[in-house]
């Protein structure tokens, strides 16, 4: 199962707006990362986010975490229409021997579509 | 540089054969993954391998899959009397692995149709 959800599942927006998408999640985290998928095919790493960090920006995208509520932001600011794809939160989370996994847990996804 | 790639880029089967699927990580990468993307789905990881020994094989849905690693860089993942519902695009990624994080780099994927 997901651990990850994500909203909105689908946005629409026109270029030069921002798009915000959400990610909650359920277990302590290593660290948040947020991928981009063109066309169903291989994901683009984003950004990632470690557990003791609350923002942080590249370029055009500005990322937020909030532990204490399990939850984490994605904000594209002056959206243009090649930003239109899938987003996927993943989360790394901690095994019981407080390493993280080593594998990624990902959300359903925000489609999102910038329209020119 | 060269990323991650993963061969072939299409595979179509029939019911009931076998198929294997390949990745090759970014060079000096220890780490390396496989995931699954299917509709119903969405992204499931399979299994994790650091270097060629696969310490998480958690997510491998059946003992139909399996996989290895050699010499800490290709891997293949066998997928043994595949049925309809193997369908679905099947993702590998590597990482560094350097102190806990884990920014992983994701191959094209092979889309596999089993008819």
């Known amino acids: 199962s997901q651990q990850g959800e994500e909203d909105p599942q689908a946005l629409s927006i026109q270029e030069g707006e921002n798009a915000t998408m959400n990610c909650s999640y359920k277990?302590?985290?290593?660290?948040l990362q947020w991928y981009r998928q063109n066309s169903g095919r291989g994901l683009v790493h984003l950004i990632l986010i470690r557990s003791n960090e609350r923002e942080k920006h590249s370029g055009r995208l500005r990322v937020t975490l909030d532990t204490s509520k399990k939850s984490s932001s994605l904000l594209i600011t002056a959206s243009r229409a090649a930003d239109t794809a899938s987003y996927f939160c993943?989360?790394?989370?901690?095994?019981?021997?407080?390493?993280?996994?080593?594998?990624?847990?990902f959300g359903q996804g925000t489609i999102l579509t910038v329209h020119p | 540089g060269a990323g991650v790639s993963q061969s072939p880029s299409n595979k179509v089967t029939e019911k009931g054969k076998d198929v294997e699927l390949r990745c090759d990580p970014i060079s000096g990468h220890t780490a390396l993954y496989w995931y699954r993307q299917s509709l119903g789905q969405g992204l499931e990881f399979l299994i994790y391998?650091?270097?060629?020994?696969?310490?998480?094989k958690s997510g491998l849905p059946s003992d139909r899959f399996s996989a290895e690693r050699t010499g800490g860089s290709v891997s293949t993942l066998t997928i043994q009397r595949t049925q309809q519902e193997d369908s679905a695009v099947y993702l590998c990624a590597s990482s560094l692995r350097i102190q806990g994080l884990n920014e992983q780099f994701f191959g094209p994927g092979t889309r596999l149709t089993v008819l």
């Open positions: 391998f650091q270097g060629n020994s696969a310490p998480d």
């Open positions: 277990t302590s985290i290593n660290n």
């Open positions: 993943a989360t790394d989370s901690f095994n019981a021997g407080g390493t993280s996994y080593g594998k990624l847990t």
